[in-house]
């Protein structure tokens, strides 16, 4: 049982390059989220899924895609990366109250 | 507009001491109100939750305080330890921590010094 497991763990991109970040979980959870952790903003909900096939815009939707087309799958996409994206990227996923998050996903963009 | 203000931003105490770690929050429509532990290169992991029908919760050395009437709760951490040493998320959510994801205060370093 890994839990929740994101790849790639480390990731530099030039400004305007897109990528896309895996999320995975073995739990058989319904709700799955993205969030970004920035020094001194705690960490800030991007998009989540309450299902497969569903998606909803967080506190900090913009400039992110996202899809969830299999359950235990959640993938974050950045179209065309900017400065300002360079972050620390969790994903989590629960079914009711506790969320369990995976490892992180360091993301620069130069 | 931050709708979970933390307090302090970082926290130094002796071993043994109790850090006390305080959070405000501002819509009444939460429901549910846990404490997250992170360490250094880690993902947060839940320490303890509370819902607001009771004052106060505890799980080991770790003990929630809820004052529904003054938007407020804190985390105690009794008898605390080196090991005790990281950052400490409160956050909130609707539906009881359900769908719609928490929203978190910005967090608290906490250091425990031997």
């Known amino acids: 049982n890994a839990g929740v497991t994101q790849t790639p763990k480390f990731r530099v991109l030039k400004t305007g390059q897109s990528m896309t970040l895996l999320c995975a979980q073995d739990?058989?959870?319904?709700?799955m989220y993205w969030y970004r952790q920035d020094p001194g903003m705690g960490l800030r909900l991007i998009h989540y899924s309450v299902g497969e096939g569903t998606t909803a815009k967080g506190e900090v939707p913009d400039g992110y895609n996202v899809s969830r087309l299999k359950k235990q799958n959640f993938l974050l996409g950045l179209e065309s990366a900017a400065p300002s994206q360079t972050s620390v990227y969790f994903c989590a996923s629960s079914t009711w109250g506790e969320q369990y998050f995976g490892p992180g996903t360091r993301l620069t963009v130069t | 507009q931050q709708q979970v203000k933390q307090s302090p931003q970082s926290l130094i105490v002796q071993k043994g001491g109790i850090p006390i770690i305080n959070c405000a929050y501002e819509n009444t429509a939460f429901d549910y109100f846990p404490w997250y532990q992170q360490f250094p290169g880690k993902g947060p992991a839940l320490l303890i939750a509370i819902r607001p029908d009771v004052s106060e919760k505890k799980e080991g050395r770790f003990t929630i305080s809820f004052n529904k009437s003054a938007k407020q709760f804190s985390l105690h951490i009794m008898d605390s330890q080196p090991g005790d040493s990281a950052t400490y998320f409160c956050?909130?959510?609707?539906?009881?921590?359900?769908?719609?994801?928490?929203?978190f205060g910005k967090g608290t370093h906490l250091i425990i010094q031997p």
């Open positions: 739990m058989n959870h319904e709700y």
């Open positions: 956050a909130a959510s609707i539906g009881g921590g359900g769908a719609d994801g928490l929203t």
